[in-house]
């Protein structure tokens, strides 16, 4: 069976149209619906269904579409690594996914320390919620994701390795104005009045579930598209936000971070396929443990220095 067809129906499963496909592979519309007619006639089942806003697989499709995704992943991998050895570049590129505020964080110090120690490597660095990259992990498309147990929680699999790096605790952050800037640690019920803004559905799962446990309720009445956006509407004075302590030491001028009173935290972990694991994703799991060990101090330090400041007013 030809990969083209393969990649079609791939391509058409991810964007639900065939125009949409065509547009992208640079085909005529008449020509995805022959690669695909093709493909149902070797299997003799149909993958594909039309609904209302375009197509879907059917049930057969569900069961093709990873085996089809898988087999091209490691097809482009074959290309890119004959390519590199005709160019004589070092070996295949390392593919490397983070969570925004772990890209933002401790991967790319991770990522520094390897390249000081281990020469020139060709590597990527692709952001993205954790269920999204454990998905890629497992297509094939990342050799390592470094990624958080935070609400839904990750899967289990075994075809993935899973390495715990520590649990990273989340602190609040306000505009520089703001009346407890400076203070803290703060008990959440001193910020039931605010406005809450969120960027993705975990960091608001444990807000949530950290205010309830206080009894309070966090009114999350803001969402951003992503953590720059967040934090723009912090500094705005528009709303307060959850992030991780990672990222605490690392935040714009016009915005500060407050340490909770037993604060919310997540786990941080790596994953990493169990077959044919990338040469330097070891090295790698070895410089993210240092690294995220590395920030634990810095945390400990500002929830000491927040606490030495001044009580909160009122609390």
């Known amino acids: 069976m030809a990969l083209t067809s393969w990649r079609t129906f791939v391509t058409v499963c991810r964007l639900g149209s065939l125009s949409a496909a065509a547009d992208e592979l640079g085909y005529t519309q008449s020509a995805v619906s022959r690669q695909i007619a093709r493909l149902e006639r070797e299997f003799g089942v149909p993958l594909l269904e039309r609904h209302a806003r375009g197509v879907r697989p059917t049930p057969a499709g569900e069961v093709f579409r990873p085996h089809a995704t898988a087999a091209l992943t490691e097809a482009d991998r074959a290309v890119r690594a004959v390519r590199d050895l005709r160019d004589g570049a070092p070996g295949r590129p390392l593919a490397v996914g983070a969570t925004p505020s772990l890209a933002a964080g401790i991967v790319p110090v991770a990522i520094r320390r390897l390249l000081d120690t281990a020469g020139p490597v060709r590597w990527s660095l692709s952001p993205g919620l954790s269920l999204e990259l454990y998905d890629r992990v497992v297509a094939g498309d990342l050799d390592v994701a470094v990624v958080t147990d935070a609400p839904p929680g990750l899967p289990n699999d075994p075809r993935l390795e899973r390495r715990f790096l520590g649990m990273d605790e989340m602190v609040v952050v306000l505009p520089v104005g703001h009346p407890l800037a400076g203070c803290g640690p703060v008990p959440v019920q001193a910020l039931a009045d605010q406005t809450w803004v969120e960027d993705n559905e975990g960091s ?21 598209a992503d953590l720059p956006g967040k934090l723009a509407l912090v500094a705005t004075g528009h709303a307060i936000a959850l992030i991780p302590g990672v990222l605490a030491g690392a935040l714009r001028t016009d915005v500060t971070a407050v340490a909770l009173v037993d604060p919310p935290a997540r786990g941080i972990h790596t994953i990493t396929p169990r077959r044919d694991p990338h040469p330097c994703s070891a090295p790698l799991l070895d410089r993210l443990v240092t690294a995220f060990g590395a920030s634990r101090p810095a945390q400990a330090d500002y929830r000491a220095a927040e606490a030495d400041a001044h009580e909160v007013p009122g609390g």
């Open 204 to 224: 608001a799962a444990l807000l949530r579930q950290h205010a309830a446990r206080a009894g309070v309720t966090a009114r999350i009445d803001l969402a951003a």
